[in-house]
């Protein structure tokens, strides 16, 4: 993928405002989200075993918040056989731009369509496979359940959607827990206290995490009849929702 620069965006004391996905963070986004993201490189790594388990021969592959497209190549490297179509879809067009060069240099022989759109306004058909890694977490609460709604209806019969998300905790005390160690990861992994503090400030208004209750419930109410967590590293996890 993209050379990994390293991230120094909030090093420095500045005027926070809230984050977006510009050009300065898809520059260092790689190495953003491996220090910031307990656990993503094995997740990534793992889609890649779930796209191996759920590929359907000639289905659609969706990635929906797609960044630079790790998920995407993951999937795409355990299901070269399954002549799969596979689409990102991603609202910036830093992301897009870069991931557009990227996937289509590593994997130059898939049927890849590579979207700038809001995921909210998409369209899903065929699917057996649709991820939303760590993007729900980005959209309105109130929209989250119609866009569900509508991954609900693009699957086909047996297809999964993988959802991974930042979480919130009801107890007081795991969620000082939890939160206490994200903050130890992030250190270990070389921010600073003033990195972590303005980082936190950026986005608070911007990353909005439910519990596990909610969106197991949201996800019952879209159509899903189950839906196991298969992953967690702190408050990071991951859920696999199948449609019967
Ligand atoms: C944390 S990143 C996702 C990481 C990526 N899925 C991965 O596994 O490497 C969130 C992404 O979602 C995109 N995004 C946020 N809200 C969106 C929306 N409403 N529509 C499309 N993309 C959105 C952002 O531009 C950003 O690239």
New binding site residues.
């Given amino acids: 993928m993209t050379a990994a620069k390293s991230d120094r965006l909030f090093a420095r004391p500045q005027q926070v405002v809230d984050f977006a ?1 510009d050009d300065a963070v898809a520059d260092v986004f790689p190495d953003m ?1 491996r220090r910031s993201v307990p656990g993503y490189d094995a997740l ?1 790594a793992y889609l890649g075993v779930l796209a191996q388990q759920y590929a359907q021969p000639h289905s659609h592959v969706y990635d929906l ?4 497209g ?2 995407t190549l993951a999937m795409h490297r355990q299901t070269r056989t399954h002549q799969l179509k596979h689409i990102c ?4 067009e830093a ?1 897009v731009k870069r991931s557009q060069s990227s996937l289509k240099r590593h994997m130059p022989d898939a049927d890849l369509q590579i979207i700038c759109a ?3 306004t998409a369209e899903f058909y065929d699917a057996s496979i649709v991820v939303i ?3 729900l977490q ?2 309105a609460p109130d929209t989250r359940l119609a866009l569900l709604k509508k991954v609900y209806d693009g699957l086909l019969p047996g297809g999964v959607l993988v959802l991974s998300e930042k979480i919130n905790f009801d107890d007081p005390l795991e969620s000082q827990l939890q939160t206490d160690l994200h903050h130890t990861f992030k250190s270990a992994n070389g921010y600073s206290e003033l990195e972590i503090s303005q980082k936190r400030s950026a986005i608070e208004n911007v990353l909005i995490p439910d519990t596990l209750a909610v969106h197991r419930a949201r996800l019952k109410e879209a159509g899903f009849n189950n839906a196991y967590q298969w992953f967690q590293s702190f408050n990071f996890v991951s859920l696999l929702a199948q449609k019967s």
């Fill in positions: 996905f989200i990534i918040g797609s960044s630079l790790a998920a879809i991603d609202n910036s992301m809001d995921i909210e890694n760590f993007t980005f959209l």
